[in-house]
């Protein structure tokens, strides 16, 4: 069966890269149109502030990547 592929934000600052959550569950969307008016809405704020993207912060808007949505079960 083939694994369904989504939309996903990643974030990345100077010290680290991953994807966003949000109350335990990734934020995923169907297309990366959704995926960019939810970065806008809810971190937009850093495009306007200069001493978030500069140092020590760093801070960049989440990007939307492509993403395989793989369920495994783990052994106990």
Known sequence: MKSPIRWAL????????FILWHDAK????????????YADK?????????DL????HNWRMPRPVRVEVVFREVAP
């Open 26 to 37: 990734p934020l995923l969307f169907h297309t990366r149109r959704e995926a960019r008016q």
């Open 10 to 17: 990643k974030w990345q600052d100077s010290e680290r890269a």
């Open 53 to 56: 993207r500069s140092p020590p």
């Open 42 to 50: 809810t971190y937009g704020y850093i495009r306007e502030r200069a």
